[in-house]
């Protein structure tokens, strides 16, 4: 049975909002859902920029709640009293979610391993779905924001630096240090990261990021502004939908994300990494991101063992889908890409082509870009040699979670499924590994591999999820660039406009 958080008045930490207190868990001290702005109301204010945090004169207990709030973030430190001049690493952690799901106090996030390793971590809400994502044109923007320096606005990305900058006014109060704080983000929460550091105003929030199977939209949001409209039942402006109920924009969102199964509905578009910070950065993808999709799994096993009509059924769908996601389907390509999809047993290109297109090849375009500026150390998760799917070891999207933040004993049925059987036994000893990577990082201690760079051979540390291996290899996503970045566009391109 799970006991209750208790308030501690022990740890009453004074924030300049007001004092906040904490509870105390079995190895750490929490402080749960603390607001780092105004929780919107009316659907004009989830439409609108974030408002500062309202004073508050009693105490405010920061205990679990609720899983409904956006504009709140949790801190969690090291156990005991807290020193007046203690100055510990922050990582600030974003949640991932297709931009449209998620919380930061999620049971994978818990930031109890980081704490034992002398961090303090922060995981941040914020707003998804047509909250934090509908491009409106006429909506209020901050004083702040320059169109001309900026990348296109989103009210989620106000949140992320409302956060960071309530992190700088208070962290120290924690025993944590504002001019050391890392942000790591997974899949949607990557991106949010990698876009933020493309912001002026990001300057001196952010010094250094963790970037984990970063994810975005394939496709711009001009493409689908038609059938929003249609679904809001009018114009995309900010005067029609502030006067929409909560309930007409939340069905619209609904029906909206129906018509995108196969990418995200909303997101972040574009993706310019060509613009972010000159920060150093740890980045990461797993190799079987999206294999065990659903549709992609049950055309990928028809493809495999299908009988006569199926296997026709399936080669004849997968160049069809696979194009659709950007992979190479002229003549002179057809048969590298073959190769390469047959290469890790057993042979899935339809999922290989979903994860490549929706997840790899983000990421690895962020690391060819910032690598030419900043520090940059690239990693790169795997299910090992021999039948990957049948020992249950592919290297899966969010398997990377339970192992950063040594969560291996919790939610097992989830972890099982992300990351095969026996996984607290199997993956402790990578667990230890890549969190203690990330922690020292967080400290300021560079990884213990070389630095990815295109003129040393692009090289990657390879974690082996089979047997919690490693070794650093040379340019293990040499098939995402050549088939998904041959002639990067945003190579060619400048600074996008404000509104894509």
Known sequence: MRVKPQANPALDVRTAEGTVRGW????ASHWTQIPFAREPRTVAERFAPPRPPEDFADTLEALPRRMGTRHTLSVTRPAGPIPADEQLPVIVFVHGGRFQEG?????????????????????????????????LEGEPLPDDFDATSEPPYFRAIE????????????????????????????????????????????QGLIHRAVILSQGAPRVPWWKRARVAKALLRGPMTYEHVSTLSHERVNKAFKAFARRYPTDC???????????????????????????????????????????FLRRAVAKALIPHFSAHLGAPMVASEKERWAQYCEEVEPPRPMGRAIGDAQIRRFGL?????????????????????????????????????????????????????????????????????????????????????PQYSAGTGRQTLSFDMSDASEQVVSDPLEPVRRFYLPRPQWEKQGRPSSRA
């Open 365 to 449: 375009e962020t690391a060819e870009v910032h690598a030419d500026k900043a520090p940059t150390w690239m990693y790169e998760f795997h299910g090992g040699p021999g039948d990957v799917r049948e020992r249950g070891t592919d290297a899966q999207h969010c398997a990377d979670l339970p192992l950063v933040f040594k969560t291996l004993d919790v939610a097992p049925v989830s972890v099982g499924r992300f990351c095969g059987p026996d996984a607290p036994r199997r993956l402790g000893p990578l667990a230890d590994r890549f969190h203690g990577i990330v922690a020292n990082f967080a400290k300021g201690v560079d990884p213990d591999w």
């Open 159 to 202: 949140d992320l630096l409302m956060a960071l900058r309530w992190i700088q006014r208070n962290i120290h109060a924690f025993g944590g240090d504002p001019n050391n704080v890392t942000a790591m983000g997974q899949s949607a929460g990557g991106t949010m990261i990698t876009y933020t550091l493309g912001s002026p105003r990001a």
């Open 265 to 307: 509905a909303v997101g972040l578009f574009p993706h310019t990494p060509s613009n972010m910070a000159e920060v150093p950065l740890l980045i990461g993808t797993l190799r079987d991101e999206f294999v065990r999709m659903g549709p992609a799994e049950r055309i990928d096993t028809a493809y495999r063992n299908g009988g």
């Open 103 to 135: 919380h930061g106090d999620g049971p994978w996030y818990r930031g109890d391993a980081f704490a034992e390793s002398g961090c303090i971590v922060v995981s941040v809400n914020y707003r998804f779905r047509f909250d934090g994502f509908l491009p």
């Open 24 to 27: 105390s868990g079995p190895v």
